[in-house]
């Protein structure tokens, strides 16, 4: 897919929407996930709320913590696993408003949904379908020690991505960064974060670009 430039958070939705990589597969893939059950996060999707860790990650880590979130599968008649997810966040340089930038705001792009689990409910004994989400917590977000703002969002854009057919988001949910050590600045840092997901690599590649733009989330894969 070609990719034009990002002038604002909506087209780079509708981007991730409508990207298909060389072989013309869409995204998010189906894929079997496999956490322990320490790992997966709950939500309520009827109160739209996250049952939040406390602790995310350590500060300079990146991809070092994988998160999984577990939510119904349908909500109101709409199969959520028909549509996009991003997990959106503010790391604790934005939460403390300290030269308050975008660019301390990030996006990640779920490219792999579990729909093979199911909950069974108490009363009735009937299998209620979920899906299971992967949050990998990079760089950005593990910048600065302190708290992480963050939520989860499923959306649909129409074909023309001037109009939101589906959007819905969870409340927002705080988790800790904790501190870590930096290495010494004449020893050369890292000043990009990349993770290799070759499927995904072209479209990170394209907005990298637009990233100092001020009104342009960040986003990480």
């Known amino acids: 897919m070609a990719v034009t430039q990002v002038t604002s958070i909506e087209d780079l939705l509708y981007q991730i929407q409508e990207y298909e990589d060389e072989s013309g597969k869409r995204y ?10 320490d790992q997966i996060i709950n939500i309520d999707l009827n109160t739209r709320t ?26 109101d008649g709409m199969d959520l696993a028909n549509c996009i997810c991003i997990i959106q966040y503010e ?3 934005h939460q403390r408003g300290n030269n308050k930038s975008a660019r301390d705001c990030g996006l990640f792009w779920v490219p792999y949904i579990d729909i093979y689990h199911y909950d069974v409910d108490e009363e009735s ?3 209620i379908p979920k899906i299971i989400i992967p949050w990998s917590i990079n760089g950005l977000a593990t910048m600065y020690p302190g708290s992480v703002n963050y939520s ?10 001037q109009k939101y057919l589906y959007n819905m988001s969870t409340r927002a949910a705080k988790g800790m960064i904790l501190h870590g050590i930096d290495w010494p600045d004449d020893l050369g840092g890292i000043e990009e974060f990349h993770v290799d997901i070759s499927e995904v690599e072209r479209i990170y590649s394209a907005i990298a670009q637009v990233r100092e733009d001020s009104a342009t989330y960040w986003m990480d894969v």
Do not use: M, T, W
């Open 28 to 37: 998010p893939q189906i894929a079997n996930l496999l956490p322990s059950d």
């Open 50 to 75: 996250i049952d939040a860790p406390d602790f995310l990650s350590v500060q300079f880590d990146h991809n070092a913590e994988v998160i999984y979130f577990k939510c119904d599968r349908y909500l």
């Open 91 to 93: 790391n604790a340089e």
């Open 125 to 127: 004994g009937l299998a």
């Open 152 to 161: 989860v969002r499923f959306y649909q854009l129409a074909p023309n991505g």
